[in-house]
């Protein structure tokens, strides 16, 4: 028994350590395509925003809640995506789930 409570207690340990991607924002984040990236069934695009934010948002067919919304993009376009936020060392990074 107290074998398994102390695996019990590790394991929970391990999940609280794990970076996991944010909740998603409740707002879409617009800015202006700075780079692009293509993927295999993708893109990231650099964006800048009004505020001088920049984001890496990764768009995929795949990632999207509705893939009829994916768009390609070209630099100097404006784009408004809404997805899960996280960082990749000091670079805020967009898994895009919803488009407009």
């Known amino acids: 028994m107290t074998r398994l409570l102390a695996a019990l207690g590790l ?10 991607p944010e ?14 990236q293509n993927g295999k069934d993708g893109y990231t695009a650099k964006i800048k ?8 948002v990764t768009v995929s067919t ?5 893939p009829t919304q ?4 070209e630099i ?7 997805g899960d936020e996280w960082t990749m060392g000091e670079d ?5 789930r919803q488009m407009k």
């Open 11 to 20: 394991f929970m340990l391990t999940l609280n350590a794990c970076s996991a």
């Open 23 to 36: 909740k998603a924002p409740d707002h879409f984040i617009k800015g202006t395509v700075e780079g692009i």
């Open 49 to 56: 925003t009004e505020d001088n934010e920049t984001y890496f």
């Open 62 to 66: 795949a990632n999207l809640s509705d």
């Open 70 to 73: 994916y768009k390609a993009v």
């Open 76 to 82: 100097g376009s404006v784009i408004e995506v809404q």
């Open 92 to 96: 805020k990074q967009i898994t895009v």
